[in-house]
């Protein structure tokens, strides 16, 4: 089970020092680590489009 409060708990916590780069790393980062329904979760948690996540996961590979 994906807790997407811890997520949302990391990412407040971040999110202050973060550019919107940052935050689109930081999202897919989370997503990545997750497997299975990470980028749905990493969405949910951040507020961040499921395709922003997507992509930026293609970034950082």
Known sequence: MIDIDDIRARYQQ???????????????????????GGVTAASAATGLARSTVRRAIVELQ
Request: glycine share 8%; aromatic share 14%; charged share 30%.
């Open 14 to 36: 971040a999110c202050k020092f973060l550019d919107e780069r940052g935050r689109r790393l930081f999202a897919a980062n989370e997503a990545l680590a997750l497997g299975y």
